[in-house]
């Protein structure tokens, strides 16, 4: 459980690099949205695991599931500022 938080938390803040990095002429609020999904994401996916795998407390498993949610929500808002940028 640790080693896939760490792993999604690595993943992922490349991905926020990546949208500090995003051209600052993108219109809407997309790519702002992605890196606070990210942020959040991170923040409940990767800490619940290591919350679970430290401390064996059950009901943080229940934790996770959103901030796999925050993560694929993240990637929409990418994918759809890409596609507004066209």
């Known amino acids: 459980m640790y080693e896939t938080g760490a792993r999604y938390q690595m ?3 490349l991905a926020m690099l990546g949208v500090g990095f995003a051209p600052p002429d993108i ?14 994401g991170t923040i409940l ?3 619940s695991l290591y919350m679970l795998a430290l ?3 059950p009901w943080l498993g229940a934790v996770t599931p959103i901030g796999g949610i ?6 929409a808002c990418l994918a759809g500022a890409a596609l507004q940028s066209k």
């Not at 219109?27 to 959040?40: H, S």
């Not at 925050?70 to 990637?75: C, D, H, K, S, Y």
């Open 11 to 13: 993943y992922h803040a």
């Open 27 to 40: 219109p809407g609020r997309l790519i702002p949205a992605a890196g606070w999904c990210f942020f959040w």
């Open 45 to 47: 996916f990767s800490g």
């Open 55 to 57: 401390t064996g407390i």
């Open 70 to 75: 925050l993560f694929l929500a993240g990637w």
